[in-house]
Nanobody, 122 residues
Framework: QVQLVESGGGLVQAGGSLRLSCAAS????????MGWFRQAPGKEREFVAA????????SYGNSVKGRFTISRDNAKNTVYLQMNSLKPEDAAEYYC???????????????WGQGTRVTVSS
């Protein structure tokens, strides 16, 4: 069974930075496209960023473009989300997701992690 474990969430002041990690196991990581999504209380889940299985393509949600960067390390079976210039509206539970041969898609992910919480103080 595929396992995705997020880490790196926490409390940060507005304008600060955090780096989230998602460690994958029980999959051939290099063949999976990876995505980050977030959900704030009372709101729908929102696409944040994705990276293709080959690593050559990335995509970002409009609200995070220019501030967040997704990357992957296939040797460590890990995908990262570097979040800079954080705003209070970035506060949410952040989830990583995986899809076989995914191409930096905004949807269609089959496997999900349990989430890590990000809180941004103003």
């Amino acid at each position: 069974q595929v396992q995705l474990v997020e880490s790196g969430g926490g409390l940060v002041q507005a304008g600060g930075s955090l780096r989230l990690s998602c460690a994958a196991s029980r999959i051939t990581f290099s063949t999976y496209g990876m995505g980050w999504f977030r959900q704030a209380p009372g709101k729908e889940r929102e696409f944040v960023a994705a990276i293709s299985w080959g690593g050559g393509r990335t995509s970002y949600g409009n609200s995070v473009k220019g501030r967040f960067t997704i990357s992957r390390d296939n040797a460590k079976n890990t995908v990262y989300l570097q979040m800079n210039s954080l705003k209070p509206e970035d506060a949410a539970e952040y989830y990583c997701a995986a899809e076989k041969y995914g191409g930096a898609s905004h949807y269609g992910y089959h496997y999900w992690g349990q989430g890590t919480r990000v809180t941004v103080s103003s």
